[in-house]
């Protein structure tokens, strides 16, 4: 008769240089996955996931520490939305002669990421149209009533 297997509660290893947890946030603020972090510490991401349900500070602590790479990434996406100046040193003979400022254009694609998570009912791909059973009787009757509309016939051929 094979053995009983047993479910084992994940837990973070103890290490003593430095607290498991410590290293679950510096993962996050690293922008690390939740996979990631989980697959570090050699466990699945539901059993992570267990962990910080059982943890409330440490959960409101990691999704906190998520906020860091959040904002930098937005805050990129922006830029690059806009566009932005930069200053580019121009060298001749290997020493710099002069700084140029230049403007990188705006990015069309990163506007439309920007718009579409920002203000999605706006400016999502696919817009919903909903009739009402009296806007198709409406449309109904005009179709019914136009002069250019073919004559209905009975199917049979002459």
């Known amino acids: 008769m094979p053995a009983k297997k047993t479910f084992q509660q994940p837990e973070f290893p103890e290490l003593p240089w430095i607290d498991p947890k410590e290293i679950l946030l510096i993962m ?3 922008g690390y996955t939740n996979e990631e972090i989980a697959s570090a510490f050699g466990m699945t991401a539901r059993q992570l ?3 910080l349900n059982k943890d409330p500070l440490l959960r409101r602590d990691m999704d906190e ?3 860091e790479p959040n904002f930098k990434v937005e805050q990129a996406l922006f ?3 806009l566009g932005y100046p930069i200053r580019e040193v ?3 003979d ?4 002069k700084v140029v400022m230049k403007e990188i254009a705006p990015d069309p694609v990163s506007c ?3 718009l579409k998570n920002r203000s999605p009912k706006k400016w999502r791909d696919v817009i919903e149209h909903k009739f009402t059973l009296r806007d198709r009787m409406e449309r109904a009757h005009e ?3 136009d002069p250019n509309r073919p004559a209905l016939t009975d199917g049979k051929k002459e």
Do not use: Q
């Not at 290997?94 to 002669?97: D, K, L, V």
């Open 65 to 67: 520490a998520k906020e």
């Open 90 to 92: 121009v060298e001749e």
């Open 79 to 81: 830029k690059r939305a």
């Open 94 to 97: 290997g020493r710099p002669t």
């Open 28 to 30: 996050t603020r690293a």
């Open 112 to 114: 439309i990421f920007w």
């Open 143 to 145: 179709a019914l009533n």
């Open 49 to 51: 996931d267990t962990l």
